[in-house]
């Protein structure tokens, strides 16, 4: 059983092998020069305009947060879609008490102003 496994057990073995090597390699054939400018945090070709340490408004961890569970919705969207023949009359309320109470959340969200950008 396992015999069906030997070809993926040596491919990974092979691509640890290359990005293990690849490091190396790196590490020891490249330049080791430091310089004041090198050692400088790199932001897109731009000098740095503010704190690296600054606060993030909580608006951006709500729509992250927002993202992930809309995300999920979708992951459970296609598998239902696929079988929703073999699922019948019970998998069809099901999904719609899913998406009423995703619904919800949304319209909740949104009376709040928790989509507003500001």
Partial sequence: MLDSYTGAAILLLFATAIAVGMVVATSLLGPKREFAEKMEPFECGESQIVSPYQRFSVKFYLVAVLFILFDIEAVFLFP???????????????MILFLIILGVGLAYVWIRGGLDWE
């Fill in 80 to 94: 239902w879609a696929i079988l929703y023949k073999k699922l019948g009359l019970f998998g069809l309320v099901e």
